[in-house]
């Protein structure tokens, strides 16, 4: 069964830095993808960044050129570095993975249950 797990959310003061972690554990298999969604109160999840297993990356417009997402050297581990944090950044942040499992692109995905990152203005 395959697991995912975060690490790293905290409290931070506006202008600083955290460091988000995630490992998925129980899948013999690398992920397709690895992203990281957050939700704030009362608002929908959305997409934070996403990491293909080729390297490539995509961002949110309004994390862009605030946060970088990277693959660990552990299969199926990813970091999200977030600098300049803002109050708007509170939010839970979820780690979701991607596994594409035919040629017909059926996949599977997999959540972790969230970490709390709260920015203090």
């Known amino acids: 069964q395959v697991q995912l797990v975060e690490s790293g959310g905290g409290l931070v003061q506006a202008g600083g830095s955290l460091r988000l972690s995630c490992a998925a554990s129980?899948?013999?298999?690398?992920?397709?993808?690895m992203d990281w969604y957050r939700q704030a109160p009362g608002k929908q999840r959305e997409l934070v960044a996403r990491i293909r297993d080729n390297g490539d990356t995509n961002y949110g417009d309004t994390v862009k050129g605030r946060f970088t997402i990277s693959k660990g050297g552990a299969k199926n581990t990813m970091y999200l570095q977030m600098n300049s944090l803002k109050p708007e950044d509170t939010a839970v942040y979820y780690c979701h993975a991607v596994r594409v499992i035919n040629v017909e692109g059926a996949a599977m995905d997999y959540w972790g249950k969230g970490t709390l990152v709260t920015v203090s203005s």
């Open positions: 129980g899948s013999r298999f690398s992920m397709d993808s």
